[in-house]
Nanobody, 125 residues
Framework: QVQLVESGGGLVQAGGSLRLSCAASGRTTSSSDMGWFRRQAPGKEREFVAAISWSGTITYYADSVKGRFTISRDNAKNTMILQMNTLKPEDTAVYYC?????????????????WGQGTQVTVSS
């Protein structure tokens, strides 16, 4: 079992930046894809934001964040980072990190095996 803990959320003005971290413990994640999703309102599905291959060499982004967000990972430290720049009010959401053990579609939240508790990001206009 993997335990994931997100941190780094907060309140920021539009155009600002935040850096989210995801710390993993328990079962190793160094051979698994990981990703960031967000939920913009209670009851809504988690929306894909970004994902990264186990090696860190391949990254994937939702069109809505491409060019503004950067995903990275450090397997030696069991951490994953989401650097968010030029934030917009529509980026306001609870952000979750997840890990996926099988070779399945990395943009679908149902394919992820473990999740963190989430961290709130609020962007004011």
């Amino acid at each position: 079992q993997v335990q994931l803990v997100e941190s780094g959320g907060g309140l920021v003005q539009a155009g600002g930046s935040l850096r989210l971290s995801c710390a993993a413990s328990g079962r190793t994640t160094s051979s698994s894809d990981m990703g960031w999703f967000r939920r913009q309102a209670p009851g809504k599905e988690r929306e894909f934001v970004a994902a990264i291959s186990w090696s860190g060499t391949i990254t994937y982004y939702a069109d809505s964040v491409k060019g503004r967000f950067t995903i990275s990972r450090d397997n030696a430290k069991n951490t994953m980072i989401l650097q968010m720049n030029t934030l917009k009010p529509e980026d306001t959401a609870v952000y979750y990190c997840g890990v996926k053990f099988a070779e399945t579609d990395r943009t679908r939240s149902n394919n992820y095996n473990s999740w963190g508790q989430g961290t709130q990001v609020t962007v004011s206009s």
